[in-house]
């Protein structure tokens, strides 16, 4: 299916060295503007540090960036682990010249294995210069474990004659169950939106989609659902 690219956002994948045979495992979603967000996160009662730390961030119903891992979840990891969320969010900050309170994270793969935040603040110039439209595919690749491929969609519409877009990337093969069935799923639009309003439309779109997945019975420690909305469209 051809994809068609949010207008006010870029995206990126790379490897960092966080998977073996030089796979992509490290992405970026990043807005022009700062945009209204919502989200979803895990029912599990063990919540990784960077499911931990977007709850937070999210109280601010702001977001401009995304930076993602994948081969190590953060997990189980104690304070170090949150230390390392954190980390991930201030080097992309750092390196897009935002604030740190506008970056969220994400992390999937192994569980309880300390993560390589070295090889992280290695890449993160790199994949801050890759940023482009069309890296959506790159950032597809990137958050992808198990998956046998990648998953991306788009889709277009019209309100009082302006045209709006969703674009969307997605992974998840294993640990699904209905109460947020998937791993990590991040959107991105440019219609105008309240937090309160993208919220609701995001509940009910994961009750009608997500919720309605059941693969093996388990739920993972890192679901995180996230959509941004930039307002660009008018």
């Not at 992405?27 to 209204?36: C, D, N, P």
């Not at 991306?152 to 990337?169: D, I, L, P, R, Y």
């Not at 919720?211 to 420690?221: A, E, P, Y």
């Amino acid at each position: 299916m051809s994809i068609i690219m949010c207008p006010g956002f870029k995206a990126a994948g790379v490897a960092s060295g966080l998977k073996k045979k030089g796979q992509k495992d490290l992405g970026l979603l990043y807005s022009q503007v700062s945009a209204t967000v919502a989200g979803l996160f895990t029912q599990n009662q063990v919540k990784a540090a960077p499911v931990l730390l977007d709850m937070e961030l999210i109280k601010s119903g702001l977001c401009q960036a995304v930076i993602v891992n994948s081969g190590n979840a953060n997990c189980c990891t104690g304070e170090q682990g949150m230390r390392d969320a954190k980390t991930m969010t201030q080097l992309a900050a750092t390196e897009l010249g935002i604030s740190r309170d506008l970056v969220f994270v994400a992390s999937t793969g192994v569980i309880g294995a300390p993560l390589p935040i070295e090889k992280v603040k290695t890449a993160v110039p790199g994949l801050v210069d890759s940023l482009k439209p069309e890296g959506i595919h790159d950032l597809a690749r990137s958050i992808m474990t198990t998956d046998t491929v990648p998953k991306t969609a788009s889709a277009q519409g019209v309100v009082e004659g302006k045209a709006f877009t969703v674009t969307g990337v997605a992974k998840g093969a294993g640990m699904i169950r209905p109460d947020m069935a998937t791993m990590l799923c991040f959107v991105c639009t440019d219609v105008g939106v309240s937090p309160d309003v993208l919220k609701e439309t995001l509940v009910k779109a994961a009750d009608r989609s997500f919720n309605r997945i059941t693969i093996d019975g388990d739920t993972s420690t890192n679901d995180t659902v996230l959509i941004m909305a930039n307002g660009l469209s008018g």
